[in-house]
């Protein structure tokens, strides 16, 4: 089973940045679309960027130009810079992987993505 492990989470001033990473330590991250989704307390699950198995990458609209995810294939990295955070991004942030390789832009809906992580907290507060 392919297991995935967040981390890079804390507490963050409005305006700060933090980077999230998620590797695996069984699977090559590379052959799988993954993507980071987060969950605020009370709200559902919003995706919220991902990168295909080649370089192709989907961003939701709120992190739009704030967010950055990328890929180190050395290391089995993926990697999300967040600058510019705000309150609402206050959430647990999760890395998912799909079995699913899509042709076109990767999806932000989490049915389309078969294993997490556990995730990791993220505050942004003053």
């Known amino acids: 089973q392919l297991q995935l492990v967040e981390s890079g989470g804390g507490l963050v001033q409005p305006g700060g940045s933090l980077r999230l990473s998620c590797t695996s330590s069984?699977?090559?991250?590379?052959?799988?679309?993954i993507a980071w989704f987060r969950q605020a307390p009370g709200k559902e699950r919003e995706g919220v960027s991902c990168?295909?198995?080649?370089?192709?990458?989907n961003y939701a609209g709120s992190v739009e130009g704030r967010f950055t995810i990328s890929r180190d294939s050395d290391k089995n990295m993926i990697y999300l810079q967040m600058n510019s955070l705000k309150p609402e991004d206050t959430a647990v942030y999760y890395c998912?992987?799909?079995?699913?390789?899509?042709?076109?832009?990767?999806?932000?809906?989490?049915?389309?993505?078969?294993?997490w992580g556990q995730g990791t907290q993220v505050n942004v507060a003053s």
């Open positions: 069984a699977f090559t991250l590379n052959n799988y679309p």
């Open positions: 990168l295909s198995s080649g370089t192709q990458t």
């Open positions: 998912a992987a799909s079995l699913v390789t899509y042709p076109a832009t990767c999806p932000l809906t989490a049915r389309n993505y078969d294993y």
